[in-house]
Every structure is written in structure tokens, then in C-alpha cells.
């Protein structure tokens, strides 16, 4: 789980334009979906696009989660960095990661980078060329985050755009662990009296109340309080009826301007 960018708070305007085309499928499993559903946490995760760029990304954000990597954000605090290198360990046995694994047990579920600094930083950047270590943190994003979030989505009956809200939502918020993760916001919507289509609701109404959950759970942690990739985003997205995240595609996150056309 990753929240507000590192550079949302510098960087002005970014506009990006990526190749023209119109996604037509209402699954997100679907190749060019599933890359534009990249593309959207990638602008809110790291003010940009280019999510392909994020294998090697490292810092500690302030979150209380210790360290925040890779593609999709995994913390050295929430287990799911400790899962991904043990996996790389599996893949590739002797890598550059490996010595970090008893640490990375010890400070899970903690702030802290014992035993990982100060080398660890420069060494995930180097493991992040290795394409054994980028199908990896594939392969535990999708485990971890994108499957689970589409799966329910579908037994929800949402088509894509649905599909991309819940699955940015677990990216922030996980999954199993309290009232404030992915399950919480689905009950909360539940709760306010909103149905799935899957349940005879309508699916607008749905993932506005879905969002209105949202929206409260980020605001009671001051991580997550800018809800702009709710707000100027996937709202603006459902106000302009793209359940299929039709292109063209423009939004604004963290106060940068984005496109796919």
C-alpha cells in the first residue's frame, strides 16, 4: 500500500499523452484496460503515467509504513515487500535482496529500517533490472491487489470502471486487516442503503456510495486525506458514464494533469 505521491506536492502540471485507440471491453483482466488501470494508480502512486518505470522505486514516504517500492507500492511495514522478496528468493536463489529477508521479518508491521539501511535502497534498485524481480512484483501485485479487487468486482457485477475503483482502492487501503481497509469501504456503502447490480442495485448509484465510503476512509488518516484521485478522477470518470474507462481519459491527481487519448 502506497499513499500521496512524493512529488504531487511539487510538481505543477504534468500532461501526458499516451497512443490514441478506444478500450472497448468491460474487463479489466483485458490487456489494454489492465495498462490504463496501471497508468491511473501510476499518476496518483508516482505523477506519472509510466508505470514501467516504478520497478525500482524506493523511499520511505512518512506513512508509518517504513519503506514504499516498487510498481504498486509494497511497504516494508504491511507484509507485502516481505512476501515479494521471499518469492525473488524462490525465483532466483542467492539474489541481491535475499540477506534482507530476516530483517524485513522483523520490522513488519513497523516503521522501522533495522537491519535495512543503508544499503537496502541502492540494492532494490539494482535488483529492479533484473526481469526475474519485475515479474515478480507482477506476479504479487496481481496475487496481492488486482486479482482479489476484480474478482469481487465482478461478483459485484461491475464492469471496468468499477473494476479499476475497487482495485485502487485495495492498492491504498489492503485488504483483511480493519474497518478502514477494502472490505470496511464495501460494507460502509452497504451500509448506507446502496446495492451492487448484482444485488438488483444500479451500478452508478453503487460506486458513488462506494466512493463516498472511500472518501470517508481516507479522510481518517492524514496520509490519505487528498482524495483528488477520487474527487477529479474516478468520479469524474463515472459522471461522464466511461463504465468501460472509454478513451480519451483526462484527469487531474494531486494537482497534475493527465491524459490517455
Known amino acids: 500500500m502506497k499513499t500521496f505521491s512524493r512529488l504531487a506536492a511539487t510538481v505543477l502540471c504534468a500532461a501526458v499523452l499516451v497512443t490514441p485507440g478506444t ?12 495498462d490504463i488501470a496501471m497508468q491511473l494508480v501510476s499518476s496518483a502512486e508516482n505523477s506519472s503515467l509510466d508505470w514501467r518505470a516504478q520497478f525500482g522505486y524506493v523511499e520511505d514516504i512518512d506513512d508509518g509504513r517504513g519503506y514504499t517500492a516498487g510498481i504498486i507500492g509494497f511497504c516494508s511495514g504491511t507484509g507485502d515487500m516481505l512476501d515479494l522478496v521471499r518469492l525473488y528468493r524462490d525465483w532466483k536463489p542467492g539474489n541481491v535482496l535475499e540477506k534482507y529477508l530476516p530483517a524485513l521479518e522483523r520490522v513488519n508491521g ?3 529500517h533495522d537491519g535495512l ?15 526475474t524481480f519485475q515479474g515478480a512484483q507482477e506476479h504479487e501485485r496481481d496475487r496481492v491487489y488486482f486479482n482479489p479487487a476484480v474478482n469481487r468486482a465482478k461478483q ?18 489492503g485488504d483483511g486487516w480493519g474497518d478502514l481497509d477494502f472490505s470496511g469501504i464495501r460494507q460502509r456503502a ?4 446502496a446495492r451492487p447490480s448484482a444485488q438488483g442495485g444500479d451500478e452508478v448509484q453503487w460506486l ?4 463516498d465510503a472511500r472518501v470517508w476512509t481516507m479522510k481518517q488518516e492524514p496520509a490519505h486525506e487528498e482524495t483528488s484521485r477520487v474527487d477529479t478522477a474516478q468520479r469524474r470518470f463515472l459522471d461522464e458514464g466511461k463504465l468501460n474507462l472509454e478513451r480519451p481519459l483526462q484527469w487531474h491527481v494531486y494537482g497534475d494533469y493527465f491524459e490517455i487519448s
Open 156 to 173: 459485484d457485477g461491475v464492469q471496468a470502471l468499477g473494476q479499476f475503483i475497487y482495485y485502487d482502492a485495495i492498492v491504498m487501503h
Open 110 to 112: 513497523t516503521p522501522s
Open 190 to 193: 452497504l451500509n448506507s442503503g
Open 23 to 34: 478500450a472497448q471491453a468491460a474487463d479489466l483482466n483485458d490487456p489494454a484496460l489492465k
Open 117 to 131: 539501511d543503508p544499503t537496502f535502497q541502492n540494492d532494490w534498485r539494482t535488483a529492479a533490472n533484473d526481469g
Open 208 to 211: 458513488h456510495a462506494f466512493l
